[in-house]
């Protein structure tokens, strides 16, 4: 009789397991967190990494163990950067779209996500500061519409998520005579409302 108690026990797991991640599911939810940006570097100038914060909504559609999760979200994005003319310190706003695809892992409000897909970036706000000798030679020309690619991690608990992410930025930002492109790493923390 034990065994016959321990192989249903199992079985009704595993069945919920399944239905779980079969039946398609829709989640709602809020989240926040920070950001350290930093910018790749070409010629001859040095930049720092530097934190910035993120707060938006999310939506998650899953069945068969996928998901599609769209996002938006306001996001600042903050670096400084100094070559032998001068330092910018450069400040962007901007409302970002991820549309992320990617898998999950777990059951019983618990699980594991993993995901990848495109961002685009729409910049509401470009503040820059830079000395005066320096003028447009240090200025960072951060576009109104950028393209990044999000690669990411993230852990259920029950309606609680955290998330790790890395975004390589796809579009290249003047800084002067040169090039650049603007990558960040993000934590954050999201509540699903229903």
């Given at each position: 009789?034990?065994?016959?108690?321990i192989?249903?026990?199992?079985?009704?797991?595993?069945?919920?397991?399944?239905?779980a991640?079969?039946?398609?599911?829709?989640?709602?939810?809020?989240?926040?967190?920070?950001?350290?940006t930093?910018?790749?570097?070409?010629?001859?100038?040095?930049?720092?990494?530097?934190?910035?914060?993120?707060?938006?909504?999310?939506?998650?559609?899953?069945?068969?163990?996928?998901?599609?999760?769209?996002?938006?979200?306001?996001?600042?994005?903050?670096?400084?950067?100094?070559?032998?003319?001068?330092?910018?310190?450069a400040?962007?706003?901007?409302?970002?779209?991820?549309?992320?695809?990617?898998?999950?892992?777990?059951?019983?409000?618990?699980?594991?996500?993993?995901?990848?897909?495109p961002?685009?970036?729409?910049?509401?706000?470009?503040?820059?500061?830079?000395?005066?000798?320096?003028?447009?030679?240090?200025?960072?020309?951060?576009?109104?519409?950028?393209?990044?690619?999000?690669?990411?991690?993230?852990?259920?608990?029950?309606?609680?998520?955290?998330?790790?992410?890395?975004?390589?930025?796809?579009?290249?930002?003047?800084y002067?005579?040169?090039?650049?492109?603007?990558?960040?790493?993000?934590?954050?923390?999201?509540?699903?409302?229903?």
């Amino acid at each position: 009789m034990k065994k016959i108690s321990i192989i249903l026990i199992a079985c009704l797991i595993t069945a919920y397991s399944a239905s779980a991640q079969l039946i398609p599911k829709v989640q709602f939810g809020i989240k926040g967190g920070m950001n350290l940006t930093s910018i790749s570097k070409s010629g001859t100038f040095n930049a720092d990494n530097r934190a910035g914060y993120l707060g938006g909504i999310w939506a998650r559609f899953g069945a068969l163990g996928f998901n599609f999760q769209p996002e938006a979200y306001v996001t600042s994005k903050s670096v400084n950067v100094s070559d032998n003319t001068g330092t910018t310190s450069a400040k962007f706003t901007s409302i970002d779209v991820p549309l992320l695809f990617g898998g999950k892992v777990g059951a019983f409000g618990f699980g594991a996500r993993f995901y990848t897909g495109p961002v685009v970036s729409f910049a509401i706000n470009k503040d820059q500061s830079y000395s005066a000798a320096a003028g447009s030679i240090t200025k960072l020309d951060y576009k109104d519409q950028n393209y990044a690619w999000q690669l990411g991690a993230g852990v259920d608990i029950r309606s609680l998520s955290v998330d790790l992410r890395y975004e390589a930025g796809l579009s290249k930002q003047n800084y002067g005579a040169g090039s650049t492109r603007i990558n960040l790493f993000n934590l954050s923390l999201a509540y699903k409302i229903f």
